[in-house]
């Protein structure tokens, strides 16, 4: 049977540099399971893939959609699962790959390839643009209450300071005339293929280190002009992320640069626990230093026959 191996792990671990080696040995192409990295206009933000990196080995899913454009995790695994079956089959490259790659961080993304996502209406264009101007003249704490009003179940359960997660339940109370809740069914989706998860972690004090450092790094790399680039878009649902509004609120002039660089760290090493959390309920994931990479390999190895 085809085997879809899925390395994961918080930010900062060292996906990227382990995704390369497995996919030289694998033979295989790298699919992209990072939300943010899709966005073309935002990959020094994103920590995405380089150049050099893409030329080398083919990757699905990077730099490929607009900050502009709507896009979900439903939507990514439509096109994921649409993808892996033609690069199974030898119709996207010309090439049968018996096991494949995915890597990222993003919980949802992952979660929708292996688990499925509930069949959810998609929303159209009047309601979200609607929905969009209602957060921007009410504000969140409003529309966070009309979800406790409309959808009490999963107003309880959601992260009420993530707008575009109150946001979208509201859209579908709105639009389907059902709680948001209704549609949450859980039902775990059967694959056509065999899902090995590989597991990257390291001590809690390295972690924070390589996170501190790669915000400096990012900095340096031109993350200040990026967000200057964007600055006109901040108001979009891709931009609103770690790193880009505190960047927005430095070239407000609300805090200083430092400032920025403090509070982009912090808040990463705070995204980076809450991505252990939910790995961590996962009993399926074999866990490695990413320092052991071989170790990785023979897993690898043992999983592929």
């Given at each position: 049977?085809?085997?879809?191996?899925?390395?994961?792990?918080?930010?900062?671990?060292?996906?990227?540099?382990?995704a390369?080696?497995?996919?030289?040995?694998?033979?295989?192409?790298?699919?992209?399971?990072?939300?943010?990295?899709?966005?073309k206009?935002?990959?020094?933000?994103?920590?995405?893939?380089?150049?050099?990196?893409?030329?080398?080995?083919?990757?699905?899913?990077?730099?490929?959609?607009?900050?502009?454009?709507?896009?979900?995790?439903?939507?990514?695994?439509?096109?994921?699962?649409?993808?892996?079956?033609?690069?199974?089959?030898?119709?996207?490259?010309?090439?049968?790959?018996?096991?494949?790659?995915?890597?990222?961080?993003?919980?949802m993304?992952?979660?929708?390839?292996?688990?499925?996502?509930d069949?959810?209406?998609?929303?159209?264009?009047?309601?979200?643009?609607?929905?969009?101007?209602?957060?921007?003249?009410?504000?969140?704490?409003?529309?966070?209450?009309?979800?406790?009003?409309?959808?009490?179940?999963?107003?309880?359960?959601?992260?009420?300071?993530?707008?575009?997660?109150?946001?979208?339940?509201?859209?579908?109370?709105?639009?389907?005339?059902?709680?948001?809740?209704?549609?949450?069914?859980?039902?775990?989706?059967?694959?056509?293929?065999?899902?090995?998860?590989?597991?990257l972690?390291?001590?809690?004090?390295?972690?924070?280190?390589?996170?501190?450092?790669?915000?400096?790094?990012?900095?340096?790399?031109?993350?200040?002009?990026?967000?200057?680039?964007?600055?006109?878009?901040?108001?979009?649902?891709?931009?609103?992320?770690?790193?880009?509004?505190?960047?927005?609120?430095?070239?407000?002039?609300?805090?200083?640069?430092?400032?920025?660089?403090?509070?982009?760290?912090?808040?990463?090493?705070?995204?980076?626990?809450?991505?252990?959390?939910?790995f961590?309920?996962?009993?399926?994931?074999?866990?490695?230093?990413?320092?052991?990479?071989?170790?990785?390999?023979?897993?690898?190895?043992?999983?592929?026959h």
């Amino acid at each position: 049977m085809n085997t879809l191996f899925v390395l994961l792990g918080p930010t900062g671990v060292g996906k990227s540099e382990a995704a390369l080696t497995i996919a030289r040995h694998l033979s295989s192409p790298v699919i992209n399971a990072d939300s943010r990295q899709i966005y073309k206009e935002i990959p020094v933000g994103t920590a995405a893939p380089t150049p050099q990196q893409q030329e080398e080995i083919k990757h699905y899913f990077v730099g490929n959609h607009s900050i502009d454009d709507y896009y979900s995790a439903s939507r990514y695994e439509e096109d994921c699962l649409s993808l892996i079956e033609r690069l199974f089959n030898g119709k996207e490259d010309g090439v049968q790959h018996p096991s494949l790659l995915l890597t990222g961080g993003s919980m949802m993304y992952i979660d929708a390839v292996c688990k499925g996502i509930d069949d959810i209406p998609t929303i159209h264009d009047k309601t979200r643009l609607w929905m969009k101007q209602r957060l921007h003249d009410e504000g969140l704490p409003t529309l966070v209450e009309e979800l406790r009003q409309l959808d009490p179940e999963y107003w309880a359960i959601v992260d009420k300071n993530n707008p575009r997660r109150v946001v979208h339940a509201l859209e579908i109370c709105h639009q389907s005339r059902h709680p948001y809740s209704f549609y949450r069914k859980g039902t775990i989706k059967q694959r056509p293929f065999r899902i090995i998860k590989i597991g990257l972690n390291r001590p809690r004090e390295e972690m924070y280190d390589r996170i501190n450092q790669r915000v400096i790094q990012m900095v340096n790399n031109g993350l200040i002009e990026e967000a200057l680039s964007v600055y006109d878009k901040r108001s979009l649902n891709a931009l609103n992320t770690v790193g880009y509004k505190e960047m927005f609120d430095y070239l407000d002039g609300l805090i200083t640069l430092d400032e920025a660089i403090r509070e982009i760290q912090s808040n990463t090493r705070r995204y980076m626990r809450k991505q252990i959390t939910w790995f961590k309920k996962d009993a399926d994931i074999h866990w490695f230093s990413p320092n052991d990479i071989q170790t990785v390999i023979r897993l690898v190895d043992e999983k592929s026959h």
